[in-house]
């Protein structure tokens, strides 16, 4: 439904103490009627309330604030409404202080102000109060934000923006004074002045500007605002769509900074490398290397780092107090300290010239449009809507994205790997032959891209699916591969004693396939276990990104398999830890083969605020985060906005 209503309120601040300490609460509700007994007259249906989404306009960006504001609402009613917002200081009640008359025992010596609406009052040479010049200061920021931003409104919508007002001599000589007195040389120089008029009782800006003076400068600066917002509002009007189209490209490049207090940036060379140089070592190799019993922090670094910077973080962001002047959505800035925490390491795999030996060939994306396709897979036990967050937040990223949310191994998650593979394999390109069958004859395959998001146990389903001849034809389109918790090495060294008795009842009495492959007793030989076999195929090196994401927190799959490394129990095991040091290896030496284009491999922890959940069943088994994957929606905008480039 295509909405375009412009909504308007005047807001009066009875003081400029309130003014500098007070912000905007701006609540947005979302409203429900059955749509069959809607009657003619849409005033007498009787809504019922769903949820809500609250923004927060911070006293400094009442001045002039221009920015976009998307509703999402909820994790249940994950809808889309494009909302701008604009502010600016329009009208301003002068104190008593500016009109008042002073007498003295000889009499009142004095003259009439005439102001340029036809005002006049009596009044004497007096100093301006300190809360007058801090007033004016506000209405001059206003002025000047306003005008600025409706010249770079016009400038890039390429629209031209006829702005007829003439700054007051007044005006101008009232600024040039304070700014002299305020000693700043950048554009901000009337906020600064305004926060430090704030602290001073005794300001000297007071002997600088007359109470007349500022009486005429109020009035013509006034004046010069209601100009240049009669024009905003007609520019506005005249150009909404393009106007909104601007603002919401501006939204999403500051996400990155906006955000960046819940993200943690870590360098991965160092460690990225130490797996990619080992790579190519041989069994006896890896049995020396495990004589050697490296040290246990060596292994462990990776979660102990992570750990400690979160806490960190979340220490940072309880005693913040932000002097923000954008738009803040309350869902995120209400409770800051609450929310995920991301520790990301990032590593980008440089573009190599094709025809060189280990060098992977991509085929380019044309002119044109992009088909995008991502194909969504449920884990062990869910249900094809378990990642429907993921798949929501995908969509406003990229409103043209086609998706599949995988139903063929729904209650039948306990087949073998090799089962489960093929019937999405079947699945997928089923979808993809029936619903775009006229794209694919239309010689543009160049123009095709195919993304999987597993969690748990589907990222294995997927890579399995990726090695059937039926995906062969796809292969060379895959674009983002995003792991969610997926335990790409198996159980092998899982940790966690109350959940490998779990697998053992699994094992014992369901004769489930997939935890035998997973917990590596579904052959005598680790070498012939499916998951080694696994690893040793093309499976990650089809991708042109990579996301792994993981938790300390989360003792459902271990950390190590989840971000596919090693760890200190696989340097002690000398019969098994080889091969799972293969493993390793040859999973990473996929992630990070160069190719004709440039690739991205990313680890990245999330740390969710667990602890307010108290004591749970989920929480006694480890099962707590794995299941906030899903349930939270948080992370998943840190992540997804601030790297548009994996999912766009």
Same mark, same amino acid.
């Given at each position: 439904?295509?909405?375009?209503?412009?909504?308007?309120?005047? @807001?009066?601040?009875?003081?400029?103490?309130?003014?500098?300490? %007070?912000?905007?609460?701006?609540?947005?509700?979302?409203?429900?009627?059955?749509?069959?007994?809607?009657?003619?007259n849409?005033?007498?249906?009787?809504?019922?309330?769903?949820?809500?989404?609250e923004?927060?306009?911070?006293?400094?960006?009442?001045?002039?604030?221009?920015?976009?504001?998307?509703?999402?609402?909820?994790?249940?009613?994950?809808?889309?409404?494009?909302?701008?917002?604009h502010?600016?200081?329009?009208?301003?009640?002068?104190?008593?202080?500016?009109?008042e008359?002073?007498?003295?025992?000889?009499?009142?010596?004095?003259?009439?102000?005439?102001?340029?609406?036809g005002?006049?009052s009596?009044?004497v040479?007096?100093?301006?109060?300190?809360?007058?010049?801090?007033?004016?200061i506000?209405?001059?920021?206003?002025?000047?934000?306003?005008?600025?931003?409706?010249?770079?409104?016009?400038?890039?919508?390429?629209?031209?923006?006829?702005?007829?007002? +003439?700054?007051?001599?007044?005006?101008?000589?009232?600024?040039?004074?304070?700014?002299?007195?305020?000693?700043?040389?950048?554009?901000e120089?009337?906020?600064?002045?305004?926060?430090k008029?704030?602290?001073?009782?005794?300001?000297?800006?007071?002997?600088?500007?007359?109470?007349?003076?500022?009486?005429?400068?109020?009035?013509?600066?006034?004046?010069e605002?209601?100009?240049?917002?009669?024009?905003?509002?007609?520019?506005?009007?005249?150009?909404?769509?393009?106007?909104?189209? /601007?603002?919401?490209?501006?939204?999403?490049?500051?996400?990155?900074q906006?955000?960046?207090m819940?993200?943690?940036?870590? %360098?991965?060379?160092?460690?990225?490398?130490?797996?990619?140089d080992?790579?190519?070592?041989?069994?006896?190799?890896?049995?020396?290397?495990?004589?050697?019993?490296?040290?246990?922090?060596?292994?462990?670094?990776?979660?102990?780092?992570?750990?400690?910077?979160?806490?960190?973080?979340?220490?940072?962001?309880?005693?913040?107090?932000?002097?923000?002047?954008a738009?803040?959505?309350m869902?995120?800035?209400?409770k800051?300290?609450?929310?995920?925490?991301?520790?990301?390491?990032?590593?980008?795999?440089?573009?190599?010239?094709?025809?060189?030996?280990?060098?992977l060939?991509?085929?380019?994306?044309?002119h044109?449009?992009?088909?995008?396709?991502?194909?969504?897979?449920?884990?062990?036990?869910?249900?094809?809507?378990?990642?429907?967050?993921?798949?929501?937040?995908?969509?406003?990223?990229?409103?043209?994205?086609? /998706?599949?949310?995988?139903?063929?191994?729904?209650?039948?998650?306990?087949?073998?790997f090799?089962?489960?593979?093929?019937r999405?394999?079947e699945?997928?390109?089923?979808?993809?032959?029936?619903?775009?069958?006229?794209?694919?004859?239309?010689g543009?395959?160049?123009?095709?891209?195919?993304?999987?998001?597993?969690?748990?146990?589907?990222?294995?389903?997927?890579?399995?699916?990726?090695?059937?001849?039926?995906?062969e034809?796809?292969?060379? /389109?895959?674009?983002?591969?995003l792991?969610?918790?997926?335990?790409?090495?198996?159980?092998?060294?899982?940790?966690?004693?109350?959940?490998?008795?779990?697998?053992?009842?699994?094992?014992?009495?369901?004769?489930?396939a997939?935890?035998?492959?997973?917990?590596?007793?579904?052959?005598?030989?680790?070498q012939?276990?499916?998951?080694?076999?696994l690893?040793?195929?093309?499976?990650?090196e089809?991708?042109?990104?990579?996301?792994?994401?993981?938790?300390?927190?989360?003792?459902?799959?271990?950390?190590?398999?989840?971000?596919? +490394?090693?760890?200190?129990?696989?340097?002690?095991?000398?019969?098994?830890?080889?091969?799972?040091?293969?493993?390793?290896?040859?999973?990473?030496?996929?992630? @990070?083969?160069?190719?004709?284009?440039?690739?991205?491999f990313?680890?990245c922890?999330?740390?969710?605020?667990?602890?307010a959940?108290?004591?749970?069943?989920?929480?006694?088994?480890?099962?707590?985060?794995?299941?906030e994957?899903?349930?939270?929606?948080?992370?998943?905008?840190f992540?997804?906005?601030?790297f548009?480039?994996f999912?766009?």
């Amino acid at each position: 439904i295509f909405l375009s209503v412009m909504a308007s309120f005047n @807001l009066f601040l009875r003081s400029m103490e309130n003014f500098r300490i %007070n912000a905007v609460l701006i609540r947005f509700e979302l409203l429900y009627a059955p749509v069959a007994v809607l009657p003619l007259n849409i005033n007498a249906v009787e809504f019922s309330f769903c949820a809500e989404n609250e923004f927060r306009i911070p006293p400094r960006a009442l001045l002039g604030l221009h920015a976009y504001c998307p509703l999402h609402f909820d994790i249940w009613h994950m809808v889309l409404v494009d909302v701008t917002v604009h502010s600016v200081l329009l009208k301003v009640n002068f104190s008593p202080s500016i009109l008042e008359t002073k007498a003295s025992g000889q009499g009142v010596a004095g003259k009439e102000l005439v102001n340029p609406e036809g005002m006049s009052s009596q009044c004497v040479e007096s100093e301006a109060q300190t809360s007058d010049v801090a007033l004016w200061i506000s209405l001059y920021a206003s002025r000047n934000i306003l005008k600025h931003k409706l010249e770079a409104l016009g400038s890039a919508i390429q629209h031209h923006v006829g702005i007829e007002v +003439e700054e007051h001599f007044t005006v101008a000589s009232v600024a040039a004074r304070l700014h002299s007195y305020s000693l700043e040389n950048n554009n901000e120089w009337c906020l600064r002045l305004n926060e430090k008029l704030a602290h001073e009782k005794d300001a000297t800006s007071k002997q600088v500007v007359s109470s007349e003076e500022l009486l005429v400068a109020f009035q013509a600066l006034g004046s010069e605002v209601s100009s240049l917002w009669n024009s905003f509002l007609k520019f506005h009007r005249s150009n909404q769509s393009s106007i909104w189209e /601007y603002l919401r490209r501006v939204w999403t490049d500051e996400r990155s900074q906006e955000w960046s207090m819940w993200l943690i940036h870590s %360098n991965a060379d160092v460690q990225v490398n130490q797996d990619f140089d080992s790579m190519g070592r041989n069994n006896v190799q890896h049995m020396q290397l495990a004589k050697q019993l490296p040290s246990k922090s060596h292994y462990e670094e990776p979660a102990i780092v992570s750990a400690s910077q979160v806490e960190l973080c979340r220490k940072t962001l309880e005693e913040m107090k932000g002097k923000s002047c954008a738009l803040q959505d309350m869902t995120i800035f209400s409770k800051p300290s609450q929310l995920p925490i991301l520790y990301i390491e990032d590593h980008t795999v440089p573009c190599e010239r094709s025809g060189l030996d280990g060098v992977l060939t991509r085929a380019p994306i044309n002119h044109g449009r992009v088909l995008h396709v991502v194909v969504f897979v449920h884990g062990f036990q869910g249900h094809h809507l378990d990642l429907r967050l993921v798949r929501d937040h995908w969509l406003l990223i990229d409103p043209h994205m086609e /998706y599949l949310m995988s139903e063929s191994n729904e209650d039948r998650t306990a087949s073998d790997f090799r089962e489960l593979g093929k019937r999405l394999a079947e699945e997928v390109s089923a979808f993809l032959k029936s619903k775009f069958n006229a794209f694919f004859k239309g010689g543009a395959l160049g123009n095709c891209r195919l993304s999987f998001v597993g969690h748990s146990i589907g990222n294995i389903i997927i890579r399995a699916a990726l090695t059937d001849i039926v995906m062969e034809p796809f292969l060379q /389109y895959l674009y983002t591969f995003l792991s969610i918790s997926g335990p790409h090495l198996g159980y092998l060294y899982s940790s966690n004693a109350l959940f490998n008795s779990g697998l053992w009842l699994l094992k014992k009495f369901k004769a489930s396939a997939c935890m035998h492959q997973l917990t590596f007793t579904d052959q005598t030989d680790i070498q012939d276990c499916y998951l080694f076999k696994l690893s040793q195929m093309k499976t990650f090196e089809y991708f042109h990104h990579v996301l792994l994401l993981s938790s300390p927190q989360d003792r459902y799959v271990p950390y190590h398999s989840s971000r596919i +490394e090693s760890c200190q129990a696989a340097t002690h095991d000398l019969r098994r830890g080889p091969s799972f040091m293969t493993m390793v290896h040859s999973c990473l030496h996929q992630i @990070l083969k160069p190719a004709t284009v440039d690739r991205s491999f990313m680890r990245c922890d999330v740390n969710f605020n667990i602890s307010a959940q108290g004591r749970t069943l989920n929480s006694l088994i480890g099962r707590t985060a794995h299941i906030e994957f899903l349930e939270s929606d948080a992370f998943l905008r840190f992540l997804m906005w601030t790297f548009p480039k994996f999912f766009s």
